[in-house]
């Protein structure tokens, strides 16, 4: 720690030498104070400077000692100040730390003038570009009024260069106008169709959000349970929709495959042949499986006879309760036709909500009148039905009484009779086999006789067109043969092309000098418009800000990114 020292007695200094603690070396003394020393010296202690200066060395008076700087005094010499090298600062005081807030704050300070030099500058260059971007969409309307007034100009040389007549121009700036007027219309009534179709959307929105918080308030005052099952059916449905979509996915896919077969299928007859014997197949095939299957169904006798027993009393049921449904009808028919003459006699006192309730009515007597109409059909084909049923019915019965007659004989034959009996049969299914093999070799002998039938139409065809070309040919070199014969005539006709095409050589040759000279004159006045536009300081100067506004974008998109 550092210590207050109160000199006592003033310090003897050479002339011209320096003291301790940098004092002057001369007669003034400064006045006394306290001085702040680095080291623990004890008071009434003070080291004689010598002559040139030198500190004596010896015990504690040997150590360095740091004193504040002295103000300046008569002859000009400032305080001593502690050199660079050396031992820095020890004791890091209140000074200390101002100081580099000080510095901190300085620092700070300058910063934030930078960014707000910095924020100016970026505003100055905002304000700037709005005004050059105001400026150049300007710019950019009158280069389009420009660009239409130059069509224009270019379509009235085109016509002037083509010789078209003034009623033409006149005619075609006539449907032009028509044609527009048309589009404008089109385009007033599709804007309203789309307003009121946006009406309708808004409305359909609303009714939408209307039903769902219905459902919403009903799905709330519902019980926790059904709550519950509304939520699982609910993502069964959303499940079901997904699985829909990705159905109906693949279903696209296959029609887009099968289009594509259909296309590379439809130049070969042969594929096509082949598609449809395939169809063939199948279809031969499903049918065959479910013939397989309803021999599978098939019971005995005795179970189908129960079965149609039950499908006859079950239709008896079906035709007594349609008959009872028809007493119900005609009676709801009767109270109808009485209510009908209640209205008809109120109708003249009341117009308005009972006209529409009569309607309905109307509507429903309609109704009941078409179906007593179809009532006689219904029931026709309902008697006629159960006759089939039960003819049906009597034809199983006799079908299994006849079985069990045979299942009776057959327990009363003998063993030779059965292996008679046997070997007949063994013979029976032997031509039999022998017979299918032979319808199917018919059969396939048929098939290719049908193709090969097939193939000579198709010839025949061929060749009935190739004989019509050929015969319009003939005909048609004999015309040419009937002009070329008459040479005398082709040489004055080409004699005549020949006049006139050196007529329209003439012609077209003086009409290009002409071009060439107007070229030549609209060549002259572009080059010097050209040059006026290169000399005039205003497409200098717009030239100088586009490319300015061009830099500006740049710097802009910079900014953005």
Do not use: C
Not at 10 to 25: D, F, Q, Y
Not at 338 to 347: G, K, V
């Amino acid at each position: 720690m550092a210590s207050n020292h109160k000199l006592s007695a003033a310090r003897p200094v050479s002339r011209g030498g320096i003291g301790l603690a940098g004092r002057p070396a001369s007669g003034i003394r400064p006045p006394s104070g306290n001085i702040r020393v680095a080291t623990g010296m004890p008071p009434g202690t003070a080291r004689p400077g010598s002559r040139g200066g030198a500190i004596g060395t010896g015990g504690v008076l040997s150590s360095q000692i740091k004193v504040a700087d002295r103000p300046v005094t008569q002859q000009g010499l400032s305080g001593m100040k502690t050199g660079i090298k050396g031992p820095q600062r020890q004791i890091l005081d209140k000074s200390y730390y101002l100081g580099l807030l000080r510095s901190k704050i300085s620092e700070l300070t300058s910063e934030m003038n930078k960014l707000q030099k910095e924020i100016e500058m970026y505003n100055q260059e905002n304000s700037v570009y709005l005004s050059y971007e105001k400026r150049a969409e300007i710019l950019a309307i009158e280069i389009k009024e420009f660009q239409g007034q130059l069509a224009d100009y270019n379509m009235l040389v085109d016509k002037l260069n083509t010789n078209t007549e003034m009623e033409e121009v006149m005619n075609d700036y006539n449907m032009l106008k028509a044609q527009n007027d048309r589009e404008t219309q089109s385009m007033d009534i599709i804007f309203t169709e789309r307003q009121a179709k946006e009406k309708q959307i808004r409305s359909v929105e609303e009714d939408i959000e209307q039903e769902k918080q219905a459902a919403d308030d009903i799905i709330k005052n519902m019980p926790p349970e059904k709550q519950v099952k509304y939520i699982e059916m609910k993502t069964t449905n959303e499940k079901l929709l997904q699985e829909l979509d990705t159905l109906q996915q693949q279903l696209d896919l296959l029609n887009i495959k099968k289009e594509s077969l259909e296309a590379e299928i439809a130049p070969s007859q042969v594929k096509q042949e082949a598609v449809l014997l395939y169809e063939k197949l199948y279809e031969l095939e499903s049918h065959r499986d479910q013939m397989t299957a309803e021999d599978k169904s098939m019971g005995s006798p005795m179970e189908e006879r129960e079965r149609l027993l039950k499908q006859v009393k079950e239709d008896n049921q079906e035709i007594a309760s349609m008959e009872r449904q028809l007493t119900d009808i005609k009676e709801k028919i009767n109270q109808f036709n009485e209510e009908i003459r209640q209205l008809d006699m109120d109708l003249e006192e009341h117009q308005g909500e009972m006209n529409q309730k009569y309607k309905e009515l109307k509507k429903r007597e309609e109704n009941m009148d078409s179906f007593i109409e179809t009532f006689e059909e219904t029931k026709n084909q309902e008697v006629e039905r159960k006759a089939q049923l039960e003819a049906s019915v009597v034809a199983l019965l006799e079908h299994s009484s006849r079985n069990i007659n045979r299942m009776r004989q057959i327990s009363s034959i003998t063993n030779q009779e059965l292996k008679i009996m046997q070997d007949d049969l063994n013979f029976k299914s032997t031509e039999m086999q022998k017979s299918q093999s032979t319808a199917r070799n018919l059969t396939s002998d048929s098939q290719r006789l049908q193709l090969d039938l097939q193939k000579m139409e198709l010839l025949e065809s061929k060749m009935t067109e190739e004989q019509h070309s050929l015969k319009n040919k003939i005909k048609q070199m004999i015309t040419d043969l009937e002009t070329f014969n008459d040479l005398p005539a082709l040489k004055s006709s080409g004699e005549e092309k020949k006049k006139k095409l050196h007529q329209e050589k003439t012609v077209l040759s003086t009409r290009r000098n002409a071009f060439k000279k107007i070229m030549e004159k609209l060549n002259i006045e572009y080059e010097t418009l050209k040059t006026q536009l290169q000399e005039n300081e205003t497409h200098s100067q717009l030239t100088n800000l586009e490319r300015k506004w061009q830099h500006h974008e740049q710097n802009n998109f910079v900014m953005k990114e």
